[in-house]
Nanobody, 119 residues
Framework: QVQLVESGGGLVQHGGSLRLSCAAS????????MSWYRQAPGKERELVAF????????NYADSVKGRFTISRDNAKNTVFLQMNSLEPEDTAVYYC????????????WGKGTLVTVSS
């Protein structure tokens, strides 16, 4: 059974930090590129950060560059999102997504974890 389980969300003050984790199971984690998305209330889901299956390349939304860092541990089937200098605008549900590096459309989503940044 394929599962992506996010954790690490919560309430944090403006300027604070959080580290999100996404634990994968039921598929070959190292064959999948991984991404973090977020969806704020009343807004569309947006891509936040991306990392290739072997971790040799990353990309970030302009709004989080220099503040967020995506990483992965293929031995532990886990992807992380380190979030620093958090702003109220970062408040959202954060989702991880797995995309097979060769097969278009073979992807999985987690159920999300809520991050709330107070001003």
């Amino acid at each position: 059974q394929v599962q992506l389980v996010e954790s690490g969300g919560g309430l944090v003050q403006h300027g604070g930090s959080l580290r999100l984790s996404c634990a994968a199971s039921g598929f070959t984690f190292s064959a999948y590129d991984m991404s973090w998305y977020r969806q704020a209330p009343g807004k569309e889901r947006e891509l936040v950060a991306f990392i290739t299956r072997v971790g040799d390349s990353t990309n970030y939304a302009d709004s989080v560059k220099g503040r967020f860092t995506i990483s992965r541990d293929n031995a532990k089937n886990t992807v992380f999102l380190q979030m620093n200098s958090l702003e109220p605008e970062d408040t959202a549900v954060y989702y991880c997504k797995a995309d097979h590096f060769l097969v278009h459309g073979m992807d999985f989503w987690g159920k999300g974890t809520l991050v709330t940044v107070s001003s």
